[in-house]
């Protein structure tokens, strides 16, 4: 178990953390002022504390889409120097709302969104209400109406030296948390199987330790009943999925080194044929694969320059011999570089890197050529993951006493916490 262990977390080492948290990015746009109203009561059939719940809802969704912050004061919102204003009223427990614009000028209402009066339930139709202006104002989709995967870890009741993990399942802002596999036992790194086109994911992959060895399995969204990926022997860890549902990258051992791996797939039928070895070095450890959104490269970490980066390579055709497969690195300003993410634009990879010997936060541009640092400050931060916009990111922290989920935009400077709740957060990914 200690080497099946070592093999999940080469590239996640835990470090003392430290209180506190500060988080500096480049703001790269400047953010645009929205005055968000009070929402109107017209008989909606629900109390005052309801509404305001509604509208913070709807404030932090435009507080960090990395466009616009709500304006804290009250009145007409072109004197208090708003670019954009929204005025939403609940009438019969509909809610409708309008929107304005000054540059370019934009008058448009949105009309009789059905709330229930459950506030798991109405924050989505906000979230869903959030996006929809934010297409109407930007011409481009909000990530308010989206889900993120991630696991919880406790210690196994009575036993401080055992520890579980399951993974669970919430909307962007840490709510509306709900647990999706029971096993007790062991469960890491998280992925959405990416659904049909136009549509939310039904199913996501996982690592579980049930068997006593780490297998991947296919889970339901629904309720959370898996069933083994493949039957192949030996340890499989670190799954990622093509944007087009056609390829599996893995991590196995089955060559008694941890190398990388492809299985064809195919989401209705599952795995198709055998999976091919695409990478290997003598003696090291490869880890945390990611795609590029085309599906043509993959990006993963090895340490077999002596010290764990980030390379990136095509995929190699079917019957590519291994001597013959080269990879590019890609990281190369800090010693540790490990657990990247593609942006679902291709133009860059964020990953985590040990700096002045701290875990932080950081991006590869491919526009620029550059590796940029975004996070500072003394927790360690890992595993980030991109919302569909490749404008926004959660990462983890790892704190023995609270290892937290946190939300971070590239326009904006700050990180806010999303998760709550008992138990280490962590493997956060992103539906897109």
């Given at each position: 178990?200690?080497?099946i262990?070592f093999?999940?977390?080469?590239?996640?080492?835990?470090?003392?953390?430290?209180?506190?948290?500060?988080?500096?990015?480049?703001?790269?746009?400047?953010?645009?002022?929205?005055?968000?109203?009070?929402?109107?009561?017209?008989?909606?059939?629900?109390?005052?504390?309801?509404?305001?719940?509604?509208?913070?809802?709807?404030?932090f969704?435009?507080?960090?889409?990395?466009?616009?912050?709500?304006?804290?004061?009250?009145?007409?919102?072109?004197?208090?120097?708003?670019?954009?204003?929204?005025?939403?009223?609940?009438?019969?427990?509909?809610?409708?709302?309008?929107?304005?614009?000054?540059q370019?000028?934009?008058?448009?209402?949105v009309?009789?969104?059905?709330?229930?009066?459950?506030?798991?339930?109405?924050?989505?139709i906000?979230?869903?209400?959030?996006?929809?202006?934010?297409?109407?104002?930007?011409?481009?989709?909000?990530?308010?109406?989206t889900?993120?995967l991630?696991?919880?870890?406790?210690?196994?009741q009575?036993?401080?030296?055992?520890w579980?993990?399951?993974?669970?399942?919430?909307?962007?802002?840490g709510?509306?948390?709900r647990?999706?596999?029971?096993?007790?036992?062991?469960?890491?790194?998280?992925?959405?199987?990416?659904?049909?086109?136009?549509?939310h994911?039904?199913?996501?992959?996982?690592?579980?330790?049930?068997?006593?060895?780490?297998k991947?399995?296919?889970?339901?969204?629904?309720?959370?009943?898996?069933?083994?990926?493949?039957y192949?022997?030996?340890?499989?860890?670190?799954?990622a999925?093509?944007?087009?549902r056609?390829?599996?990258?893995?991590?196995?051992?089955?060559?008694?080194?941890?190398?990388?791996?492809?299985?064809?797939?195919d989401?209705?039928?599952?795995?198709v044929?055998?999976?091919?070895q695409i990478?290997h070095?003598?003696?090291?450890?490869?880890?945390?694969?990611?795609?590029?959104p085309?599906?043509?490269?993959?990006?993963f970490?090895?340490?077999?320059?002596?010290?764990?980066?980030?390379?990136?390579?095509?995929?190699?055709?079917?019957?590519?011999?291994?001597?013959?497969?080269?990879?590019?690195?890609?990281?190369?300003?800090?010693?540790?570089?490990?657990?990247?993410?593609?942006?679902?634009?291709?133009?860059?990879?964020?990953?985590?890197?040990?700096?002045d010997?701290?875990?932080?936060?950081?991006?590869?541009?491919?526009?620029?050529?550059?590796?940029?640092?975004?996070?500072?400050?003394?927790?360690n931060?890992?595993?980030?993951?991109?919302?569909?916009?490749?404008?926004?990111?959660?990462?983890?922290?790892?704190?023995?006493?609270?290892s937290?989920?946190?939300?971070?935009?590239?326009?904006?400077?700050?990180?806010?916490?999303?998760?709550?709740?008992s138990?280490?957060?962590?493997?956060?990914?992103?539906?897109?």
């Open positions: 178990m200690k080497k262990l093999l999940l977390f080469a590239f996640t080492l835990p470090l003392t953390a430290q209180e506190g948290l500060v988080v500096q990015l480049r703001t790269d746009n400047q953010l645009l002022p929205l005055y968000l109203a009070p929402f109107k009561d017209q008989k909606s059939g629900f109390d005052r504390e309801y509404l305001k719940q509604l509208r913070e809802i709807m404030r969704d435009f507080d960090y889409n990395g466009t616009t912050y709500t304006l804290q004061q009250e009145g007409n919102w072109q004197a208090l120097g708003a670019q954009f204003a929204i005025e939403a009223e609940i009438k019969d427990r509909k809610l409708s709302a309008l929107v304005y614009s000054l370019p000028e934009i008058a448009k209402k009309e009789d969104l059905q709330l229930t009066g459950q506030l798991s339930v109405d924050r989505k906000i979230h869903q209400l959030s996006d929809t202006i934010h297409q109407t104002l930007f011409g481009t989709p909000g990530v308010a109406n889900s993120i991630y696991t919880v870890r406790y210690p196994e009575g036993k401080t030296d055992q579980k993990s399951e993974v669970w399942e919430a909307d962007y802002d709510a509306n948390a647990q999706l596999t029971h096993h007790s036992s062991y469960a890491v790194t998280p992925v959405f199987l990416p659904g049909d086109k136009g549509h994911p039904t199913h996501f992959l996982y690592v579980g330790y049930s068997t006593g060895q780490p991947i399995y296919v889970a339901s969204l629904h309720d959370g009943k898996s069933q083994r990926f493949s192949m022997r030996g340890n499989q860890m670190m799954p999925i093509s944007r087009q056609n390829l599996v990258a893995f991590i196995s051992d089955i060559t008694t080194n941890p190398d990388l791996f492809l299985q064809p797939f989401p209705k039928s599952g795995p044929g055998k999976p091919q990478f070095a003598h003696l090291k450890t490869q880890g945390t694969p990611t795609f590029s085309d599906g043509k490269k993959i990006a970490v090895s340490n077999k320059g002596g010290n764990p980066q980030v390379y990136v390579m095509p995929i190699p055709p079917q019957g590519a011999k291994l001597k013959d497969i080269q990879a590019k690195q890609l990281t190369r300003m800090n010693r540790e570089s490990t657990a990247p993410a593609w942006s679902p634009d291709g133009s860059k990879i964020s990953y985590c890197s040990k700096t010997g701290v875990r932080q936060i950081w991006v590869y541009d491919f526009v620029r050529g550059v590796e940029r640092q975004l996070t500072h400050g003394p927790q931060k890992e595993n980030p993951t991109w919302a569909a916009d490749s404008l926004h990111l959660i990462y983890n922290t790892t704190d023995p006493k609270s937290e989920l946190y939300l971070v935009n590239l326009r904006q400077p700050e990180a806010v916490k999303i998760s709550s709740g138990g280490e957060k962590h493997f956060p990914a992103w539906e897109s």
